[in-house]
């Protein structure tokens, strides 16, 4: 079976989506993580990465459960730079529609992949150039930022190269768009640019690449879209002691720690089949606590 090379056409059986031309090898020994807290997980991604979508329930577990010991520090990576990759059968942004509806279903996470039909995007470099621009002011509101602008281009069908929607994406979070401009325009770049060195420099191949670090420079490397008890079981390899967070499995408490949701991270956090999650989410909505969006491939609720 032919290897395909084009970083849009994502794997849903390994859970990644891979760059074309790296070095691939092993990944060097990590330097001791700076943190306040005893572990660090280092996350390679990317705004329009389909698998990294597919990992957004395992990974907002991961931060109530395990929040107190483990801080994430998100990376971008460069999946498109731009349409002169044309091989395993994507050669133009139309051919990517209805992979990325496959993708949907496999990881039962809503995508709408008519985006590349209606409004298609030349590159993700301008979204992942504008998330550095974002940490330049607020880190957090910078994750909550990438959040927006991910539900923008998956269930919205927005183009998140333009700036007029990057601009809504920043105001929408609290982040000053003038400001992001002028970053963006300025210092961003540079950011960028060093962590796609970074990411050549551990021999990051694809995305999801994430690197679960302690201070002794110990890793753990987990690639791609995972049970979520694999990432669990690097946590506790580097720090045995580690205590997991009992957070409560009730929808008040979930939607004010994320105040967006799909049904498979309802169900995810929730412990719950996603029949039961749905039914839960529709009464929710029956009793005007909740509003649904319903796209294409699955809705999003939202307080």
Known sequence: MEKHTNPLLCDPI???CEIPDTLGGAHPKLAGAAASKPLKIIYFTDPICSSCWGIEPQLRKLKLEYGNAVEVEYHMG???PDWSYNSGGISKPSDVAHHWDEVSHHYQMPIDGDVWLEDPLSSSYPPSIAFKAAQ???EQKAITFMRELREMVFLRKKNITKWENISEAATKVGLDANRLQQDYNGQADTLF???LKLASKMGVRGFPSIFVTDRQGRSEFIYGTKPYGLYE???QKLLPVVAKHPYQREWSYLFDHYPTL???EFATLMDVTMETSEKMLTGLVNEG???KLDTKNGPLWRK
Do not use: N
Request: glycine fraction near 10%; aromatic fraction near 0%.
């Open 136 to 138: 330049m002011q607020d």
């Open 14 to 16: 390994t859970g990644t």
């Open 78 to 80: 460069g999946l498109l």
């Open 289 to 291: 606590k909740l509003h």
């Open 262 to 264: 799909t049904t498979r």
């Open 233 to 235: 079981t690097a946590i």
């Open 193 to 195: 640019r060093d962590d």
